[in-house]
């Protein structure tokens, strides 16, 4: 199975403006200075680090891009039905939790 994001309905949607930006998100992205567009951009180079597949309703993904030199995570989900990415959070990584590169995680 082809994951979603690999999916041509995935860039189709963002071409097309069908995404849809969570209350989380918006809040995340205001207290951290991320922008729009630079949220779009993670999501348009499609740098998958870890997918969710059992997240409920619609399987959901972590992308890594950045911003400023600064590094950022976007979890974002796709819904089939209604072809568009719901995305979910936005938050700059830290090295607490992930290791040097902000693409995996460290062990607990």
Not at 18 to 47: C, G, K, P
Not at 69 to 93: K, Q
Request: aromatic share 12%; net charge negative; charged share 25%.
């Amino acid at each position: 199975m082809i994951e979603f994001w690999l999916r041509p309905e995935w860039n189709s949607a963002l071409s097309n403006k069908r995404y849809t930006w969570q209350l989380h998100a918006l809040r995340r992205m205001s207290e951290r200075n991320f922008h729009r567009s630079a949220v779009l951009e993670t999501l348009f180079d499609i740098d998958c680090i870890e997918s969710y597949p059992d997240d409920q309703p619609f399987p959901s993904a972590l992308f890594i891009g950045e911003e400023n030199g600064r590094t950022m995570h976007v979890v974002a989900s796709f819904d089939p039905t209604e072809n568009c990415i719901h995305i979910i959070t936005v938050y700059e990584p830290d090295l607490i939790r992930f290791e040097q590169g902000f693409r995996n995680r460290r062990a607990k």
